[in-house]
């Protein structure tokens, strides 16, 4: 149901490019069009496991009318089309499944306004988010999504992204606020606006994110962007038990504490966070937690959730006061899935993701931990538990068919518990390629056949990305 | 391009509705259906200015499978299908234009489940956001979208609804996680989840919030509700001008304090409510606000607050410390309305509703200002000003057509000079019938065809409540 897809299967869907195409395009964009086979390999995968065979040609867009000519081209030859930021996807959501072009919108990573009256900010859509936040770093204001990867913008807002913050501020869903986009036939439109509400019409802005290039390619993105908190504190707790650590967040989220980020790490990622990033944190479970807010209320917070974790076991939280100390901390989070890689010389990472409601985290949590315990794979768990977010890692021989298919089945069993718990087969990697079968479980049949009219509807050639999210037949 | 539909025009695009079908539904609905005038007429019409012939039958449904009946032989017979809720809508969304049924869904008004773990909450979507807060509210947590209207969760639910706790918690786009949904044919969907956050597929529960019954009928809607805040304070700041009250504001919220209700009240207003609510404010321009938090970041927040006002000429704070008082300050605020109205016997009131980006609600304000002084028409002002939401109320002489000319004059302006300055022609009431013109302006052709063509993706046969937001043709 969930299988990835075979290379013959996907080979089998590729659809024609004419010659007539690819000279229409050349003439139109010279040099800003390759079909040298290393460009169209590096354009043809993403960080995901599945492989497909590369797009007929790459255009690096440099502005919206580059998108737009690419797309009408694209339109007229009915040629599949996808856009490319960063290429830091993980669910094949960049391959060209159906063949067609690609358009990398790398070059087109500009800020085009900032607005610190109004907390806005205006890019386009190929810069990184670690490169925005640079742009503005003296403005005293920033913008929170952290997904792990340094992924562009435009990616983020396509897979609807979140990462460490979202607990307090939000994911792109929230933080998106309005985009100009290019259509299926070539049109520019504008969603949304600068205001920070609205109830004009159908919110196509919060449509189009997390549409995954499916519906339209993203050449403007307005975002929100918060003030830099006057007083931020991390601080590590380690629990006895990964309940324990999950019951603490709990009930830190149950009483309204504004937590910005609170991640789970197992005491496997410990291990291998120490060896990689040469920490010497104690090896039990641990959340990892940061404050915001003015010097009192970030000193109140904190003393209400060690209150809490007190309660469970936790231990004295150990701080990270200095920025220096903070950062190395969030770093080696984020280098969680590089620590555990390295730490099994040759693997490759099956990285699962799935959410639940906070009250089923634990139930979620443990049952997984116990199959992955005995399944004899090594594996690490990480998560946004604040949001009941979290990712297994399975750490598999590549060359290891059956070890394969024990992770994948892992990920089934733990998809599945996660919708029978109410919750999601993804918090924030989207769905892609490999969790199609996923999607039809979660959201049913009758709500996929109104994402697939919606579809239909709005790009009835079917050249946008297609093969992603659902099939159409 | 604004200007109200007349009757005639209305009576024109009614669709017969046959015997045939009308017998149907009286066969499966018996005393559940009702065709008596005063019914329908009562079910024709909402708070707004426009007046349409009546439906011509209202279904009292009592569960998804009433809701589901009634849309099916809607369906069968391609008659137009309205939800009505509690009927305090603003721009026409409840009326028959096109003629057809009104099915009332103000029974279905159970809470279905709370779940204060996962700060969760589904109903049906005939409670009242007032019913809704009486049920919960021995569980330490409360749903704080607070339109003025005593609306229905279904209502607020389509027409993106907010009020006066938006600046801290959103609108109904953030607190609205998961639908059931009866679509065009008949069939139920759900859409969204329990998981705070999700990234499976296209976002059709952000879809469906806001669409203004045009898309499907709601029968469960799951919310978020937040704990009580520890500690609630209220105060209130007079300012020599209202573009010193905005100025506080605008540096309030770039400075991230979390202030969770920001109301501007101009000198018309406090004097309308003195005399309507037996107060005795001080008549100068006012915020009205309101802190939540534990008792030190209440207290920190108010100081740098008054700091603020400080620096605009603003007086010193009067506090409302007691929840009763509390209370009768914002009672007396959502009361800015009627205090209007029975301060001109006889009269109407024409009320805008438009949303800039902060920066600019000063600009966007005074104008208007001096435009409704110059006008002679008696108004008041009143705004959500932490969001850039404003509403005029322009008092008129419902026998005056000039008057109301005029009146709708100064609405196109100040929607017109909103657009202009980068916002919204609604940031809460919705397009209705009223506000088509000014979506077009807002969304432009290419936005607006893309909405049509969902429209008529997801409902071919142009069925549920038809003639809203956008003309097909």
Redesign the interface.
Known sequence: MNAPVATHELQAMQRPVSDEFLQALTTRFGTQCSTALAVREQHGRDEGSIAAPPPAAVVFAESTQDVQDAVRLCDQHRVPVIAYGAGSSLEGHLLAVQGGITIDVSRMNQVLSV??????ITVQPGITRKALNDAIKDTGFFFPIDPGADASIGGMTS????GTN?VRY??M??NVLALEVV?ANG?????G????????????T??L???EGT?GIFTEITLRI??L?EAVSAAICSFPSIEAAVHTV?QT????I?IARVELVDVNSVRMVNAYSKLDLREEPMLLMEFH??P??VK?QAEMVQDIANEFGGQSFEWAERPEDRTRLFTARHNAYFAAVSSVPGCRCITT?A?????RLADALLECVTEADASGIPYFLVGHVG???FHFGYLIDPDNDAQREQAEQLNHTLVAR?IAL??????????GIH?QG??LE???D???A??R??K???DPKNILNPGK??QLQ
Chains 1, 2 share one sequence.
Do not use: W
């Open positions: 607005n610190t009256e109004d907390l806005t897979t609807r992204a979140s979202a939000g994911t869903r929230e259509t049109e520019v439109i504008r969603t606006n600068r205001a920070k509400k609205s109830a004009a019409g159908y919110d196509l919060r449509l994110v997390g549409s519906l918060y003030p908190p709990i989220i149950q009483m309204g504004p807010g003015s009192t209320g109140e993701d959410c639940v409601p906070i009250s949001d009941g977010n996660a109410g919750g999601t087969c993804t918090g924030e990697h989207g769905i969790k996923f999607l979660e959201a049913g009758g709500a996929v109104m994402m009219a919606i239909q509807a709005l999210i659902f």
